[in-house]
Nanobody, 126 residues
């Protein structure tokens, strides 16, 4: 069993930055993908960025160049550095982990992730 706990959300003005963290508890090993997702009210959950155990990353076009995913394996912690935030980035942000063998395209789909955190709210004002 894996438990994921996000933190670091908050309110920020447009153009600002935030760094989200996701602490993972339980067994984290073998082949895995960890990812950041977000969901705004009335919208579907959107994949933002993923990383595998070899630090290979992929990003959604909406955040490429602004957001950076990273991990600290020693601390079992996933990060999302978010820069140049926009009001449309306002959403609940979630981290998730998948132990499935995924293609790069599958890794950016929420349906392939089994374990999820409770989410952390990010609000960007104009």
């Amino acid at each position: 069993q894996v438990q994921l706990v996000e933190s670091g959300g908050g309110s920020v003005q447009a153009g600002g930055s935030l760094r989200l963290s996701c602490a993972a508890y339980g067994y984290i090993g073998g082949d895995f993908y960890m990812g950041w997702f977000r969901q705004a009210p009335g919208k579907e959950r959107e994949a933002l960025a993923t990383i595998d155990r070899d630090d290979r990353t992929s990003y959604a076009d909406s955040v490429k160049g602004r957001f950076t995913i990273s991990q600290d394996n020693a601390k079992n912690t996933l990060y999302l550095q978010m820069n140049t935030l926009k009001p449309e980035d306002t959403a609940m942000y979630y981290c998730a982990i998948s132990y499935a063998r995924l293609t790069a395209i599958q890794a950016l789909r929420a349906v392939f992730y089994k374990y999820w955190g409770q989410g952390t709210q990010v609000t960007v004002s104009s």
